[in-house]
């Protein structure tokens, strides 16, 4: 059932490609897989970074989460595989706002 192999790292291996993209760190994001509705940050995610860009599947169902595939000037995101991504607002991170 996991989709892990030898190539596979944990998703928290895509965040510096997801930092590029973003401007911020989103392993922490919660998505929700269109394939079988499983919720997990995409760093608990499965990584494959040797793929053509970096691809990130569902531990529940081994769907494809996350595509990257970068460019000499620019970046192509498929995020197809999440029903959801949910992104906490940095101002949201704590009651101590200014
Ligand atoms: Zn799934």
């Known amino acids: 059932m996991t989709a892990a192999s030898d190539e596979a790292l944990d998703g928290n291996a895509a965040a510096g ?24 940050p995409l760093g ?13 599947r569902c531990r529940g169902c081994d769907l494809v989460l996350v595509r ?11 995020l197809s595989g ?6 906490m607002r940095p101002d949201d991170a704590g009651p101590s706002g200014a």
């Open 68 to 78: 990257v595939v970068t460019g000499p000037d620019r970046y192509w995101v498929d």
């Open 44 to 56: 608990a995610t499965v990584a494959y970074l040797q793929a053509p860009g970096v691809v990130l």
């Open 82 to 87: 999440l029903s959801v991504l949910r992104v």
């Open 17 to 40: 490609v997801l930092a590029e993209v973003f401007a911020m760190d989103v392993t922490a994001a919660i998505g929700q897989c269109a394939g079988c509705g499983q919720r997990s």
